[in-house]
Structures are given as C-alpha cells and as structure tokens.
C-alpha cells in the first residue's frame, strides 16, 4: 500500500473492556514498531518486530497488553482488561533495515478512549 | 534520566522567523539522530536525519548534532504559517526510537 495504514481510527472502550487494534504496514517492509503517545508527549516505545518475530517487548507497560504478527505483515495490538491510563493514541511504524536507513513510516494512529 | 530531553515550548513565532529547536540526549553511544514533524491528529513524519555530528541542510531545515555537548538541533529559515506543528527530536538505536517530548510551533501569519 502507499502508506501505513491503521484502523480503527479512534476506538472507545469501557473499562474492563478487551480491544484489538490492526497495523497493515508498508508492504515488504520487514520491521514492525508499536509505540504509544499520550497526549501532550512524544511517542513511547512498546514493541518490535522483526518479520514474525517478535524480538522487543520491554516496553509493553503491563501483561494486559499482547502483540502479534503472525505472518510477518499485518500486526495486531491487544490490550485485555482496558484502563483509563490506556487511554493514548497507539502508533504504527514499519521500516526497511535493507534500505541501511532507520527511516521509519508511521501511520496516523488508533485513538484510544477508556471510559 | 529519559534517553532523549526536548523543550517543551510552547513556540510562536511570526511569519519568516528563524526557528530554533533543541534537544539533548544522554548516551555518547548514540549515531542516528532525527527529526520528526508531527500535524494534530496525524502520525510522526520524518523530516531529516543525521548519522554522527554535524550539520545536514535540506531546503529552509538544517538539522546539527553536537556530540560533544550532546546536544541536538533543528533550525527553520523563512518559518510559514504550514510549519505549525510538533517537532519531535527523535534517536535510533538498536531497533528502538527514543522520542523526546516534542515542541509545538506555531508561525504566525
């Protein structure tokens, strides 16, 4: 596809609540980053994936949030039991590491809203 | 200590200001160093990036890095009212971005 490409666009979800959040990355890009922002701050790191390996969880914040990639492209986000502090918007990236550049194409996020 | 420290601003400038942006990162260890423009509601796009020191320009941007200060920073000629945005200073380093908190302009016309 052209870009990165995320959906849904904006999610609202009561607490207690299980999401799924769905990254369909630049195709033949073999990296996969996930990354949260909460509002007024810069992008924090939660994982990495290399192709279907996921090679980076250090930076999921509790065992309620779960990724995958199980076949090396689209990627899904989970988070069980949802929170008010979840709330933030939940960034995409994909990169080519062949390209000997770590430019990295995001897409324009999931909105998150715990009620 | 955060990887990556940016100031805050809020910025505002008027129309054809110069635009200064600044960072500074903790680890002497760290070659990839970025900009990123952020508009509201749409995700990080990358603007420049520079391995090691130095300076690197494209069009109206120059971006430098100091490593003896560790020091990182983004400049903008002839600012427009379009580059109303975040800026987030960003690093690379094995497979992660570290993301500073980011800077909001916003150029008067």
């Known amino acids: 596809g052209a870009g990165v490409s995320q959906s849904p666009r904006y999610k609202v979800a009561k607490r207690g609540q299980d999401v799924a959040l769905r990254c369909d990355p630049i195709?033949?890009?073999?990296?996969l980053f996930w990354y949260q922002q909460a509002l007024g701050q810069g992008p924090e790191f939660l994982t990495y994936?290399?192709?279907?390996?996921?090679?980076?969880k250090s930076g999921l914040p509790s065992d309620r949030f779960f990724a995958e990639r199980p076949e090396g492209s689209v990627s899904t986000l989970k988070i069980q039991r949802t929170q008010q502090e979840d709330s933030a918007v939940y960034l995409c990236?994909?990169?080519?590491?062949?390209?000997?550049?770590?430019?990295?194409?995001f897409g324009q996020g999931t909105r998150l809203t715990v009620v | 200590q955060k990887e990556v420290e940016q100031d805050p601003g809020p910025l505002s400038v008027p129309e054809g200001a110069i635009v200064s942006l600044n960072c500074t990162y903790s680890?002497?260890?760290?070659?990839?160093f970025m900009w990123y423009r952020q508009y509201s509601r749409k995700g990080p796009e990358l603007l420049m990036y520079?391995?090691?020191?130095g300076n690197k320009e494209d069009g109206r941007f120059t971006a430098q890095v100091d490593k003896s200060s560790k020091y990182i920073s983004l400049f903008i000629r002839d600012s427009q009212p379009s580059d109303s945005a975040t800026y987030l200073c960003?690093?690379?380093?094995?497979?992660?971005?570290?993301f500073g908190s980011g800077t909001k302009l916003n150029v008067k016309p």
């Open positions: 520079t391995y090691s020191s």
């Open positions: 960003a690093i690379y380093n094995f497979n992660k971005f570290y």
């Open positions: 990236a994909s990169s080519s590491p062949g390209q000997g550049t770590p430019e990295a194409f």
């Open positions: 195709s033949g890009h073999v990296s």
């Open positions: 680890n002497s260890a760290f070659q990839y």
């Open positions: 994936f290399q192709n279907e390996a996921q090679l980076d």
